[in-house]
Nanobody, 119 residues
Framework: QVQLVESGGGSVQAEGSLRLSCQAS????????MGWFRQAPGKEREFVAK????????DYGDSVKDRFAISRSNAKNTVYLQMNSLKSEDTAVYYC????????????WGQGTQVTVSS
């Protein structure tokens, strides 16, 4: 079992920045591919970004490309999401997710952290 705890959410003005963190436990971190998803009120969950187990491969949702950056520290069992040039439409609950490397699935989810962007 994998436990995921997100932190770093909060309120920020448009064009500001936030960095989310997600610390994992329960399994060797380097055995996990990691991702971030978000869900805004009344909307379906949306893919934000993912990173493979060693950090050599990343992918982003179209709405956040060139503004967000995902990274990880296997030494700290932590994945990060640097969010720049935030827009009001980025307001959502952000969830950290983990899956066994190479499976293309996310089987473990955190509780989520709220990000609110005011214009």
């Amino acid at each position: 079992q994998v436990q995921l705890v997100e932190s770093g959410g909060g309120s920020v003005q448009a064009e500001g920045s936030l960095r989310l963190s997600c610390q994992a436990s329960g399994r060797t971190f380097s055995s996990l591919d990691m991702g971030w998803f978000r869900q805004a009120p009344g909307k379906e969950r949306e893919f934000v970004a993912k990173i493979n187990w060693i950090g050599s491969n990343t992918d982003y949702g179209d709405s956040v490309k060139d503004r967000f950056a995902i990274s990880r520290s296997n030494a700290k069992n932590t994945v990060y999401l640097q969010m720049n040039s935030l827009k009001s439409e980025d307001t959502a609950v952000y969830y950290c997710a983990a899956g066994m490397r190479g499976t293309a699935r996310f089987d473990y989810w955190g509780q989520g952290t709220q990000v609110t962007v005011s214009s």
